[in-house]
């Protein structure tokens, strides 16, 4: 008995020492009332700092300005010749629209322009180039005949420079887009910098050429044209070109290079306007958004450097009929226009020009800083910079530890065990911030509640932001309340906190850089700003004296975290949109949450395990989770609805389509209609069926795609659609779909040739300006050779049948011929060699849609925008 009160007076005693002790933990903290302040400054901040910034733009000139500010761009002049464009309507390639008006009103503004230039000083000079050519982009080979690019060069009179700097943009446009954005916009900024620099005084030392191209949508078919055939190509050194992925904001400078820093240099030097991101061009070049542009082409085709700009807000609107120029900000376009006259002025006197060669070598490491200012160095001054800086922390640590020790009279050893204690919880943290807003996007996948922010994007701080805080802070909050330490200030407890935060961007800096990413300048401002503050407290002693190193070390704080709300918002209006368009294969949610969750601990990593400095810190949490909540229904109430009319619509691709499949014998074994649907984002067409659109019949090709046909049927238009055959559908109709148009394959003739062991075909293909062909060999054969350019075969390891061709033209429409040359082992020809299909695509509005397509069109609610054509695919077995 006495054994057990003994027992029972030591339980009462620990019990009793850990609720004093937790008193005494609680006193020390602050009361938990200020907490909602500090976390709403963070909040003010973001809108008081990060969204003015990142919206600034400069008062638009006008024509009546120009006199007070000769040389100056002048947007009103620009907008002009952009509502000229916008009037057109949709200029899709082979249409009237694309090769005639739009031709001819850039012909014509240039003429204007060269009436207007100082004949004594510059020359111009005017090309109209109609190119044919193939090459290799992604899984198809694309051909292109007679397709229009108007080629400008300018030059001075008293220049004798042999290289040229090109400006590029397009004026092609999406099928029912009018393009006023993408990339009328840039075509017009271009006609005003060509203006300004022909009427100047000043002359310039490289001769510029504008190139006006007339096929980038289809893809890239016209920046290749020219790269590889024009007789001006070869003398251009350096490229800016100018894209849209959106309508207005500022345009931000996302590739550069390759291996030339001194372009970089240069925009610093010059950009009126710089916003540029490092971070940006690795995203995009590792390709997660759904873009290309023609930069791709002069880079690996023409072995040029250059700048990438693109103007990307609203990308709503992107390839949509609401890409208009009552959409397009005069101020977007006065930016863009001081950003690119500033560098074509700059680069066409640039002395690295004429030695391009010579002066690459190595990457550069660029940003901006919310728009103020420019920084840039090379990579490998990137590398130093991050090592040190990270080297440099690890130090401050130590010795901030090592004073903890001496003030707290505690052996540096259990200092560190438990500084160990806390990094492993905040290593926990971390990826728990990073499990949480996944596990949010699950959830919404598995409910079929994707894209609930695609309208209103702030939802995104309940559904995401607030749980990546939650579990930033979780482990730690847990530690501190349930096993309080009373033998160490608890002042230095949260210390050791953002230490361990520290130490993990340090060591995260070194990895990725190690790793030759160049991104991790990210972790050196992070790592910059925090050292400035712990030698601040240190050198001030402000560390040892309860919570007044917080002041010095949160006011420091405010630049990184500007900075990094900056740069993470600007991802997020990229991606908003750009989820609409990502097709149906992925959870859009995913990256969304993934770039809430790591722009999160980023941004408010030294400053959210404050959170455990004020009393009742869990209970600061479960608010927060009370906030998700809250978020979570509404979300999933109508204000979760991802589409709007007009404004942020669902975007439906599909072709009414007529199929015709002959056998061998050459009789017809199918004959049918239907639509060819090419979903483009998570939900598929689900929302419709909830509106009462009729999809009986409805085949979805991830799981009923029938491989008796070649591309499981389908009517694939280019390389990205047919590789995406998983998130397409047929919907069979019973009326069959009027083609307005002809479409004729004609077997030339077939012959053995000289070994015995190979058989050539040769064909005519006419019909509409846009045709595909996709060729599978069938029981042993194979492909020796073909009049296409030979990549896909020399190449087995990256491309296999079938094989997919994609044929435009532009102005000419002769008939395009082709043979392709097949081989058997055993020689034997007489049964069924290979499978063709033909796809005539009846795009532009110069064809006629059917009546039964313009009913089923109508019947689509009108937050819908559709893109859609006829077509006609006749499959063959030779």
Not at 90 to 95: A, H
Not at 188 to 203: A, F, G, H, K, N
Not at 524 to 530: C, G, I, Q
Request: proline share 5%.
């Amino acid at each position: 008995m006495e054994t057990a009160d003994v027992d029972k007076k030591n339980y009462s005693d620990t019990v009793l020492y850990n609720v004093l002790s937790k008193k005494k933990e609680s006193r020390r903290r602050i009361p938990w009332y200020y907490a909602p302040f500090f976390l709403l400054i963070w909040v003010v901040l973001f809108y008081a700092i990060v969204l003015p910034l990142f919206g600034r733009l400069p008062d638009r000139l006008t024509i009546a300005d120009e006199p007070q500010k000769p040389g100056e761009f002048v947007a009103e002049r620009a907008q002009r010749v952009l509502h000229q464009l916008d009037r057109i309507g949709p200029k899709v390639v082979g249409s009237k629209a694309n090769e005639v008006e739009t031709v001819s009103l850039l012909l014509n503004e240039v003429s204007k322009i060269r009436n207007e230039m100082r004949g004594d000083i510059n020359d111009l000079e005017v090309d109209l180039q109609q190119p044919n050519g193939m090459f290799v982009l992604g899984t198809m080979t694309s051909l292109y005949q007679g397709i229009q690019n108007v080629v400008v060069k300018l030059s001075s009179k008293s220049s004798n420079s042999s290289t040229y700097l090109l400006l590029n943009s397009h004026f092609d446009s999406k099928p029912g887009s009018p393009g006023a954005g993408d990339d009328g916009t840039m075509v017009v900024v271009m006609l005003e910098v060509l203006r300004q620099m022909s009427i100047s005084e000043t002359p310039f030392e490289h001769p510029i050429v504008f190139l006006f191209n007339g096929a980038e949508e289809n893809p890239l078919q016209a920046s290749h044209g020219f790269i590889t055939q024009h007789k001006w190509a070869s003398n251009c050194k350096a490229v800016i070109n100018l894209e849209v992925g959106g309508s207005g904001g500022r345009d931000i400078l996302f590739q550069s290079g390759p291996k030339n820093p001194w372009l970089i240099k240069y925009y610093k030097k010059y950009s009126k306007h710089p916003f540029a991101s490092t971070l940006a061009e690795e995203i995009f070049q590792f390709g997660i958004l759904p873009s290309d542009t023609d930069f791709r082409i002069f880079r690996d085709f023409g072995h040029i450097p250059g700048l990438d700009i693109a103007q990307f807000s609203n990308g709503y609107v992107y390839h949509t009929e609401f890409d208009r120029f009552d959409v397009i900000p005069g101020r977007s376009i006065q930016t863009t226009g001081e950003n690119i006259l500033s560098l074509v002025r700059a680069l066409s006197n640039a002395k690295e020009l004429a030695n391009s060669e010579e002066n690459s070598g190595g990457h550069a490491v660029f940003f901006d800083f919310l728009g103020l200012f420019f920084v840039y160095y090379t990579e490998a001054t990137g590398f130093l910079l991050n090592c040190s800086l990270a080297g440099i922390s690890f130090i401050l640590i130590g010795f901030s530890l090592w004073k903890m020790a001496t003030k707290s009279e505690i052996s540096m050893g259990r200092i560190s065990i438990w500084f160990l204690i806390i990094l492993g919880l905040h290593l926990i943290g971390c990826l728990v911030a990073i499990a949480l807003p996944l596990l949010m996007a699950l959830l919404y996948d598995v409910t079929d509640r994707t894209l609930t922010y695609y309208s209103n994007n702030w939802l995104v701080i309940g559904l995401y932001i607030c749980p990546a805080i939650i579990g930033l802070v979780l482990p730690s909050t847990l530690y501190h309340t349930f096993k309080p330490n009373d033998k160490l200030n608890h002042s230095y407890q949260i210390q050791m906190g953002l230490h361990a935060h520290c130490l993990v961007v340090g060591f995260l800096a070194i990895i990725l850089t190690t790793l030759g990413l160049r991104f991790p300048y990210m972790c050196m401002v992070s790592l910059f700003f925090y050292v400035a503050s712990v030698l601040v407290n240190l050198l001030s002693s402000l560390s040892d004296k309860g919570y007044s190193w917080v002041v010095t070390s949160q006011f420091i704080q405010i630049m990184p975290f500007v900075y990094f709300c900056y740069i993470f918002y600007i991802f997020l209006v990229i991606f908003f949109p750009a989820m609409g368009r990502n097709r149906d294969s992925a959870n859009p949610d995913m990256l969304i949450a993934l770039v809430c969750a790591i722009g999160t601990i980023f941004a408010l990593g030294f400053v959210v395990p404050l959170i455990n400095m004020f009393r009742w810190s869990t209970v600061i949490l479960v608010c927060l989770g009370m906030v998700t909540f809250i978020f979570s229904m509404i979300s999933v109430s109508q204000v979760g609805f991802p589409y709007r009319p007009k404004t942020s619509v669902m975007r439906v691709n599909f072709l009414e389509t007529r199929r015709i499949f002959y056998d061998y014998e050459g009789r017809p074994v199918l004959d049918d209609s239907g639509y060819y649907i090419d979903y483009q984002d998570r939900r598929a067409l689900r929302p419709l069926e909830a509106h009462g659109i009729n999809m009986t019949g409805l085949t979805s090709m991830a799981t009923d795609c029938n491989h008796e046909y070649v591309m499981c049927g389908m009517p694939c238009f280019w390389s990205s659609w047919c590789r995406s055959l998983a998130s397409a559908a047929w919907l069979p109709r019973e009326s069959e779909v009027i083609v307005p148009g002809t479409l004729d394959l004609k077997l030339v003739s077939s012959s053995v040739l000289e070994t015995g062991k190979s058989k050539r075909f040769d064909f005519v293909l006419a019909g509409p300006p846009h045709m595909g062909l996709y060729i599978r060999p069938l029981s042993g054969a194979s492909i020796e050779d073909w009049s296409f350019v030979r990549t896909m075969l020399d190449q087995p390891e990256k491309y296999s049948a079938p094989y997919q061709i994609y044929f435009s033209y532009g102005v000419d429409s002769t008939p395009f011929k082709f043979h392709i040359d097949f081989a058997n082992p055993n020689g034997d020809f007489t049964g069924p060699t290979f499978e063709l299909g033909v796809v005539g695509h009846y795009i532009n509005k110069d064809f006629e849609r059917d009546a039964t397509t313009i009913r089923f069109i109508d019947e689509f609610p009108d937050f819908v925008y559709i893109m859609e054509w006829p077509s006609l695919f006749k499959r063959f077995i030779f």
